[in-house]
């Protein structure tokens, strides 16, 4: 397809569980964004890439919280031993250059995690 | 750190009818701005931004924005509304030199009456 697809579209998780988000972008992309969307809010950052480095993490709420792109394509957000809080959409979004000012960044539908 | 504030939760309009959708942000100077518009299980998309330079931009689907320095806003217009543009729109900051992660307001929820 032509834009960024995320998997699974829901999941409901037991609190506790561990869960992995996983995110493909439009090929090519260089810059891979992660962002939590909690009811009735903006999304929030938690992460960004450029190709395979993380850059940026400043965003992750807690060590629980994991993200990789280990090929510089597909992004997996990891989440460990989920909690209540945790439940919100997670939303990812690529963009062709370095920078998501210049470089209009793409969303994808987002994973709505529901931890229960 | 930057943030963004939109007053309005929730706007009605007629169909036709002029659109005005507030943004304030904070920021210690001129910061990028964005509107996205996010439509029910549709992924946010972008409609115009701001970088510098001329302070009334244009986007896409007939909205426009301008970027107000004295006010710190960055209104969104649209001079007639269309049943189709029903959705829900973010006003986003970007920092100058940090970094590219963008700060998102809360949301306004357009409903659109035919």
């Known amino acids: 397809g032509a834009g960024v697809s995320q998997s699974p579209r829901y999941k409901v998780a037991k609190r506790g569980q561990d869960v992995a988000l996983r995110c493909d972008p439009i090929?090519?992309?260089?810059?891979l964004f992660w962002y939590q969307q909690a009811l009735g809010q903006g999304p929030e950052f938690l992460t960004y890439?450029?190709?395979?480095?993380?850059?940026?993490k400043s965003g992750l709420p807690s060590d629980r919280f994991f993200a990789e792109r280990p090929e510089g394509s597909v992004s997996t957000l990891k989440i460990q031993r989920t909690q209540q809080e945790d439940s919100a959409v997670y939303l990812c979004?690529?963009?062709?250059?370095?920078?998501?000012?210049?470089?209009?960044?793409?969303f994808g539908n987002g994973t709505r995690l529901t931890v229960t | 750190a930057q943030s963004v504030t939109q007053p309005d939760i929730h706007i009605t309009v007629s169909e036709g009818a002029s659109l005005e959708l507030r943004c304030n942000y904070s920021?210690?100077?001129?910061?990028?701005l964005f509107w996205y518009v996010q439509s029910p299980g549709q992924g946010l998309q972008l409609l115009l931004k701001?970088?510098?330079?001329?302070?009334l931009v244009q986007g896409i689907k007939g909205f426009e924005a301008e970027f107000k320095r004295s006010q710190s806003s960055f209104n969104l217009r649209k001079p007639s509304v269309h049943w189709s543009d029903a959705a829900e729109y973010f006003c986003?900051?970007?920092?100058?030199?940090?970094?590219?992660?963008?700060?998102f307001g809360t949301g306004t929820q357009l409903k659109v009456e035919l």
């Open positions: 701001y970088f510098s330079g001329d302070t």
């Open positions: 890439f450029q190709n395979e480095a993380q850059l940026d």
């Open positions: 090929s090519g992309h260089v810059s």
């Open positions: 979004a690529s963009s062709l250059g370095q920078s998501s000012y210049n470089s209009p960044l793409h």
């Open positions: 920021y210690g100077a001129t910061p990028y």
């Open positions: 986003a900051v970007g920092a100058r030199g940090g970094g590219n992660k963008l700060t």
